[in-house]
Structures are given as C-alpha cells and as structure tokens.
C-alpha cells in the first residue's frame, strides 16, 4: 500500500488555510498514486491553539473546514487530524477517515499529555474506549493520534503512565497497519559534556522516536505509519520525523523541518535509521523558529545589538539565515569600557554577513543616568548599578531604534522587532539584567547553554568570525570583567546545568552525578560551587519570568514546560 504522509507547517487559528494547504497537498498525493493520504494532528486548527478552543466562533470555523475537506474527498482516503466539541463541554481531539464526499471513520484521541509543555486535559476529553478498525483494501487499519503511542509502558519514555495501551489494543483486535497523526514538538536531549556519558542522560526526540517507532512495529508485528507536522509556534520547534516504521525495523523517513508530501510503501523494504546530529539540526531548529515566527507574529525585520561577543554573533548569523540580510539591523552600542577588538569584531561580522550596521553611543545615556544619581546621592561609588545602567541604555536604544522612520526604510518595513541574544546558562544563573539585555520579542539561544552556543558558533563556520570564538566572553561593564570569574567557568557550569536543569536529577545526588561529568580540580570546584549554583537556580525565577520566551531545543526550558512558584523555598 502506498501511504502518503503529508508534512505539513500548519498555523495556529487559521482553519480555512490549514485547510487549503491540507487540500492541495492530497490533490499532489492522489497525483503521485497513493491509496491512502494521512496529515498530522489537529491539521485543521494547529497544535496547540490553546485558550482560543473554547471561542464559539473559532470551533465553527474548525469544524466547517473540516466538512469541506471531508466533502472534497474521492475514492483515495484523505486522514487528518481535527477537533470537536465532546459532551464535557472540552473538545474530542479526532482523526477523520474521509472518503468518496464524506466522513466514514472517526477515531479519538486516548491518551491526552499533561506534563512538560502539554496541557491537553485542559483542552480534550480523553476517550476510555478501544477505536474499532477500519477495513480498506484487504487490510484492518488502526488510527491513533501522537501520544497513544508513547502510552507503551516499555518504550514510551514519557513520565506518566495512562493505564491504556491503545497501540497494543488495536494490534491484539487484529491491525495489519497502524496509521498515528502527530503533531511532536522535538528537541536535543540534555546537555553533555563532550565525549561523556551517562545513564540517566535524556536522550534526543529523534533518539527517543528511532526506539519508539521502529520499536512498535517489531513488538506488534506490523508497519506504523507516522505524519507529524514541522515549523514553529512561539517557543515549540516540529521538525517532522514522518515516516513507515516496518517489523523488521527498518523506516522509509523524510526530511527535518521541510514541508513534504513523503510517498511510502509498505512493499518496499526501507533503510536504517539515519541518526539526526545535534549541530545541523540545532541551527535547522532556531532558523526555522526565527522564520516562522516573525512570518506568524506580522513581523518583518529584527534589531539585535552586536557586540562582538558570542552570543550576539550566533544570533545574528542565525537570523541572516532565517530572514537574508536585508531584514536585519545590528547595533554596536559601546561605552567606556568597551574595547577596540569588540567594535572590530561586530563590524567584521556585520560585513561579512552583509547586514545592515550602526554604531551607537551607549555613553551618553548611560553618562546622564550615572549623573542624575550623582546629583541625588553625591559621592556614590561605581557600582552594580552603573553595570545594570550601561545594559538598561542599549536595551533602550535598541528599542527607540524599533520605531525609527529611517530604520524602517533601511529594512523596508516599520514592523520590527528586538531579538534576544542571551543564552541559558545566563538565564538560569540570573546574569542578565531586567529591561536591559532581557528584552526582545523572542529568544532563539534562550534554551542554549553556554557549551551549545559555541558548538553553534562552529557549525555556523564563517558566518561567525573566529576572533569572536578565541576571545574571553565578557559583558564589558567594568574594567576586567568576565563572564567566567562573575559566575564559573562554562565547563562547569554547564555540566552542572545539564544534570539539574536539563536531565532533572535530585539535589542530593548531583556531587556524585557530576563525577561522570567532570575530572579533577574541574571537578572539585564544581561541587564546591553547587549551593551557589543551585540558589542561584532557585531565586533568579522572577527575572526569568519577564526574559522573552526562548526556543525550546532541550528536554527541560525555561517557560511552561516548568513552572516553579516564586514564592516557593
């Protein structure tokens, strides 16, 4: 049987255009010979559409569109993923099996996430009850939706357990084929040192589906067919991963992060699994959600401050990627105490790239608050507060730039936004300053430790210039700073981010998890630093909740997937 599994980047609150992408993409499919087409989950309304599922009116639209698909349907199956009112008052989240002008099958949703970024409950109603199969052409077909798959209690991998199996159910009733409609959020797994290991690391969603998928199918016996959507909404990144997991554990797979309508066929014998690698797929990762959001936010064009530093570097170089040139202001914003080599290097970068360039001078508003504080509390010494004030002036000059009639004209558009240029390792120690270097529309490095954004660096190649990586990393907010005498060597850090934050090992157990991590004095002062690491972890949280929101890129970030009261001890 030849399945096609339509890749589709849906977009949130747009039924009538998902519906339109969903249309012309099975009029390809019926083109190229399939018997069968399958789209993601929720391929009508997106996943998720969260708060705007209970509006009367967006649940009409969703269910009209729906219909018409439905209606357009010939004797070649169109499956895809939508959402109905249950009796709850909450929504079925259903797979429809349209065929010759109608709906002829409908299956539900069982198991409904509620860990992690997943709120479904709020949402869906899950069904208890087994999905019959659906006869098509000598086979029995069993239609799941996304996480039923992951229900299987030995290789789901997901910290719940849903006291259903809805795979095996529909294998034990008799399926010879199993279709699931996804719509998967991806991301790297936690954070390693290079060439360690250890076993409570939380491998990659490419690793976890390369063990579930082909996993499935050989337990059962029989192929699974998976559709799952790509792109990005807000901070969730979908890179795909369609394919045919076959029983002798081979997969007929796609392409990440690319729209596609994949042909499989269960007569054809497939290849091994092709390993995603963090590098490339990481910087497919944040382009892609650079991309899509400026496109789904109306926005056209970004301003970042370059600074000559690292971080502002990869940034900029990804949102070149994303945008081209022409859309990207970068901004050197020196004072005092910056040097020479960072003007330099932010110049070479922004030539080299091609992206439009201004230098400002942070000095003066940074000179005039450091003055009117000296005229209120005369004697005053440099200070903490003078650091804060220099980052307060370039976020402020990045934003008056946002607004600026001649940057709309250089960028061709007057809607703009700041990029965020922090990383996660900042983020999680608090070395970032409120409405300074913390604004911006959104965080591409956001869910980056320090370690990836370096890896990130030489991925990008020439797009980021080698001066920036050899050079300390340092704010440059009084004389001899740097990052790494302010808060702890990176390797260090990271290491100890990677276990606690990302992998989420106990409190208790991290002096000895660290052990795999790290060797000698690299070693001893990590565990020397743990309670500061740690407190600092726990008390950073209400700054944390006003950074803008970041790409999710690791099991564990910043934002919704972890919600820690600020009041909390």
């Not at 003007?343 to 201004?358: D, H, I, K, M, P």
């Not at 209120?376 to 220099?390: S, V």
Request: aromatic fraction near 6%; hydrophobic fraction near 40%; proline fraction near 8%.
């Amino acid at each position: 049987m030849k399945i096609a599994l339509l890749q589709l980047n849906a977009r949130l609150g747009d039924p009538e255009g998902n519906g339109r992408k969903v249309e012309a993409a099975y009029a390809e499919a019926v083109a190229a010979g399939a018997d069968l087409v399958l789209a993601p989950e929720l391929a009508i309304p997106g996943y998720l559409l969260e708060d705007r599922l209970w509006e009367p009116g967006m649940r009409r639209r969703i269910e009209a569109e729906s219909q018409r698909l439905a209606a357009l349907s010939g004797p070649v199956p169109l499956v895809f993923g939508t959402a109905r009112p249950a009796p709850t008052g909450r929504l079925w989240n259903e797979l429809w099996w349209c065929e010759g002008g109608g709906l002829r099958h409908c299956a539900h949703k069982r198991a409904l996430p509620s860990y992690d970024v997943f709120d479904e409950h709020r949402y869906f109603e899950p069904d208890p009850s087994p999905q019959p199969l659906v006869a098509f052409r000598g086979q029995r077909l069993g239609l799941s939706i996304c996480e039923d798959l992951w229900a299987d209690p030995q290789l789901g991998n997901v910290p719940v357990s849903y006291g259903v199996d809805p795979i095996a159910e529909l294998a034990a009733a008799g399926a010879t084929l199993i279709l699931n409609a996804s719509a998967s959020p991806s991301a790297l797994g936690s954070y390693l040192p290079p060439g360690r290991d250890a076993p409570w690391a939380i491998p990659s969603k490419d690793a976890q589906r390369r063990r579930l998928l082909p996993g499935l199918a050989q337990k059962h016996g029989l192929p699974i067919a998976y559709a799952s959507r790509v792109g990005a909404e807000s901070w969730l990144l979908f890179d795909g991963g369609s394919g045919l997991a076959m029983p002798d554990g081979r997969w007929q797979g796609g392409r990440p992060f690319q729209e596609e309508t994949l042909l499989v066929d269960t007569g054809e014998p497939g290849e091994i699994w092709r390993t995603v690698e963090d590098g490339p797929w990481l910087r497919r990762a944040l382009v892609t959600g650079i991309r899509d959001n400026l496109a789904k936010q109306g926005l056209e064009g970004l301003v970042l401050g370059l600074s000559g530093g690292i971080d502002s570097a990869v940034a900029a170089a990804l949102a070149v990627e994303a945008l081209g040139p022409d859309q990207v202001l970068g901004v050197a914003m020196p004072t005092r105490f910056s040097s020479a080599e960072s003007s330099a290097l932010a110049e070479q970068q922004a030539r080299a790239l091609g992206l439009g360039y201004l230098s400002l001078d942070a000095e003066a508003p940074f000179a005039g608050f450091a003055s009117a504080l000296e005229k209120a509390l005369p004697g005053r010494a440099f200070g903490l507060t003078d650091e804060n004030l220099q980052s307060r002036s370039r976020g402020s000059l990045l934003m008056a730039l946002t607004s600026e009639p001649e940057v709309h004209r250089r960028l061709g558009s007057d809607r703009l936004a700041v990029l965020n240029t922090g990383n996660k390792s900042e983020a999680a120690t608090g070395y970032f300053t409120l409405y300074g270097d913390g604004i911006g529309a959104f965080s591409p490095l956001g869910d980056c430790l320090k370690a990836r954004v370096y890896a990130l660096a030489r991925e990008l190649g020439e797009a980021v210039p080698q001066g920036v990586i050899e050079r300390p990393p340092t704010a440059e907010l009084r004389p001899g700073q740097t990052d790494e005498l302010s808060l702890l060597p990176y390797v260090q850090l990271d290491a100890i981010l990677g276990a606690a934050l990302e992998a989420q090992r106990p409190e208790e157990g991290l002096a000895d998890d660290l052990a795999l991590l790290l060797d000698g004095e690299a070693l001893s002062q990590a565990r020397a630093a743990l309670p500061r690491i740690l407190g600092l972890l726990r008390r950073m949280e209400f700054k944390r909740r006003q950074l803008p929101f970041a790409f999710k890129v690791s099991p564990k970030a910043f934002g919704a997937g972890r919600r820690i009261p600020l009041t909390a001890l």
